[in-house]
Structure formats: C-alpha cells, structure tokens
C-alpha cells in the first residue's frame, strides 16, 4: 500500500475512534451502566468491547495471542468472497454479527473514566504496532469470522467497527 494511502486509512481510523469516545462521552454518567436496549450492552461495555479487540490486536501484533478462528476453512472462504468486501466497501457490519469471546464485556461495572482512558492507551499502542509493521511482507492479524487479515484491511475493519458502535451509542 503507498503510504500517502496508508496514511489516510489510519487518519481515517483515528477519527473513528475519535466519533467513538466522543459519542460515549455525550452519554449521561446516569446511562452508563443501562443497556442501550433489552438484551443488548450498555455503554460502558461497549467501550469495554472496543477496549478489547485492541488489546487482543495489538497483543497479536506484539506476537502474543491473537482471536481464535471461530469457522471452517470453507466458511471464511466464501465469507471473505461473499461478506468482508462489502463490509470494508460500504462500512457497515451485518446485524447480529457475533463479537468473538475474546472481547465480550463481562456485566460490570466499569469506571467511566479509568475505561476511556484504557481504550485509547489500547488503541494508541495498537496504531504504533500497526505503524511499525505496515513495510513487513505479509504481516496479519486474525479475525475471528474472516481468518487473516493485512494490516490494510485490518486498519478499515477497525474503522468500520469503532463506526458501527458509534451508531448504536447515538441511537435515541
């Protein structure tokens, strides 16, 4: 990837996260805990989510663990022909797309602060291990549904996840 592209991709990714955290701090202290609807997470462990999946990232960068594949070699196949282009095209992930067990949020409670102040360290580290291996051939991390993903594709997915909560924490 030109790097004035990859540049864009991460500039593009670091307002996304800014919408994100920007979008939980317009949420009530008094929302925090309560669940945007029945059986759905609250705020607070929406940010732990997205807290998460950069730490799980960035540890695999780091060459630790990453998410574990959750489907067959047959399955990602025909997922990333079928569904992850028009995710990465268009911007939106499907409905009821499952979140890997890696980073779902436990029930709480979470400091509202304390949390904020996590995700972005997270995802500041996550964006420098992303920096630092961008020029390394084949370089990947692991999508729990997709398999392997470049960094390319990675840094859009990551656009399109921050976004895609962004709008569940402004629904009224």
């Known amino acids: 990837m030109p790097q ?3 540049t864009a991709a991460m500039a593009a990714h670091q307002s996304s996260l800014d919408r994100f955290l ?3 701090r317009a949420i009530p202290v008094a929302g925090w805990d ?5 059986g759905k997470w609250s705020p ?3 940010v732990e989510h997205v807290r998460l999946v950069y730490e799980v990232l960035g540890r695999e ?3 630790g663990p990453g998410l574990a594949i959750r489907t067959t070699w047959w399955q990602r196949a025909v997922l990333r022909v079928r569904i992850l282009p028009g995710i990465l095209a268009h911007g939106t992930i ?3 797309a499952p979140a890997p067990r890696e980073a779902r949020p436990g029930p709480g409670p979470f400091e509202r602060e304390p949390l904020l102040a996590a995700t972005l360290a ?3 580290a996550m964006q420098r291990s ?3 291996r961008k020029d390394t051939p084949r370089a990947a991390v692991t999508h729990h549904i997709f398999g392997r993903l470049s960094l390319p594709q990675i840094v859009r997915f990551g656009t399109v996840h921050n976004d895609h909560h962004t709008r569940q924490l402004q629904r009224p």
Do not use: F, M
């Open 22 to 24: 920007g979008a939980v």
């Open 130 to 132: 992303l920096n630092e």
């Open 94 to 96: 499907p409905a009821r």
């Open 34 to 38: 309560i669940p945007l609807a029945p």
């Open 4 to 6: 004035e592209d990859w």
């Open 122 to 124: 997270a995802a500041t």
């Open 61 to 63: 960068l780091a060459g």
């Open 44 to 46: 607070a462990q929406q």
